[in-house]
């Protein structure tokens, strides 16, 4: 299985991103709660250089709460501000506009002792595709978000959207190119739908996905598909695959399990958390 990135969108995306922070204060870093680790970048800190990186665990109704809870210690642990929320409901985005807030308080008070006038926080989005960076933005701006004129010295037409009178968002957000160096890596960013299906064969993918879920998950699994729980952890992936696709009628003519309409039953169901709160990177 091999996922390659084309080294010129990299570098591509690295670029804009590098244009893009010299006109913020801080960088808010969208990851996936289910995978902390698999879904940051860490050339990002070297972009932001002394700036304030903000960490949100995003999508954290899809992840397993006791190890958010362990996730945001060893960020905070690590000098990281850090909250988990879920942006397609808004839970959380309270705290989000605080953090933004008290990143760069101290130097907005800076510049206003020197007589410079009180001014707001600008931030940017970033993240890996599909992490929800759009939906986030939508949640910061609610009914509030209005495109703010266009400042002198923002190049490009970039525009500048007010969330409150204390935050100003740069619209577009930076798509982090996802680190596929490790295959472990780059499976996970396909389980939860950051890289797409068709650079990767399904029926492995689900095969592995439900190896992953027999040995830290096997609850959810065996109740939703019938399978026996004092027996899954023995199962091979063909094998999980197969009682899978007998418990939904997976069958092709002959009785032969039909792999591939099982397989991505499996992966929709896993994507949309019907397969439990399950988290894929575990904390150090
Ligand atoms: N369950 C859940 N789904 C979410 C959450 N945030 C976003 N989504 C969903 O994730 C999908 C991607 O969200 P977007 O906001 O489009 O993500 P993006 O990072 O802007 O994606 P690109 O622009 O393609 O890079 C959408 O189907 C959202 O509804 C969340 O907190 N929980
Ligand atoms: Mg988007």
Not at 24 to 29: C, I, K, L, Q, S
Not at 101 to 116: I, P, V
Not at 124 to 140: A, E, H, Y
Not at 271 to 276: C, D, H, Q, Y
Request: aromatic fraction near 4%.
């Amino acid at each position: 299985m091999n996922i390659h990135w084309f080294p010129g969108h990299m570098a591509k995306a690295m670029r804009e991103i590098g244009d893009s922070i010299t006109l913020v204060d801080a960088v808010v870093e969208l990851l996936d709660a289910r995978i902390p680790e698999s879904s940051r970048n860490p050339k990002l800190y070297a972009l932001a250089g002394k700036k304030p990186v903000l960490v949100i665990l995003n999508k954290a109704d899809l992840a397993d709460p006791g190890m958010t809870r362990r996730w945001e210690a060893v960020i905070r642990n690590s000098g990281t501000a850090c909250v988990s929320v879920n942006s397609e409901k808004g839970t959380g985005i309270g705290r989000v506009k605080e953090l933004i807030f008290q990143s760069a308080k101290e130097k907005l008070d800076r510049e206003e002792a020197k007589g410079r006038n009180r001014r707001a926080v600008r931030v940017m989005v970033v993240g890996i595709p599909n992490v929800g960076k759009s939906s986030l933005i939508n949640r910061l701006c609610g009914k509030a978000g209005a495109p703010v004129a266009d400042r002198p010295g923002v190049t490009r037409g970039r525009k500048w959207i007010r969330i409150d009178k204390n935050i100003e968002l740069l619209d577009t957000p930076g798509v982090l190119p996802p680190r596929l160096d490790d295959r472990q890596t780059g499976i996970k960013l396909a389980w939860t739908g950051a890289i797409r299906d068709s650079l990767l064969d399904p029926v492995q993918l689900a095969g592995e996905l439900l190896l992953f879920m027999s040995a830290h998950y096997p609850d959810p699994l065996c109740s939703r598909y019938g399978l026996p729980p004092d027996l899954v952890r023995e199962l091979s992936a063909e094998q999980l695959l197969n009682a899978c696709g007998k418990a939904r009628g997976c069958l092709r003519s002959g009785g032969i399990i039909d792999e591939e309409r099982i397989s991505a039953i499996l992966l929709d169901e896993f994507r949309a958390g019907r397969l439990g709160h399950v988290t894929l990177d575990f904390p150090p």
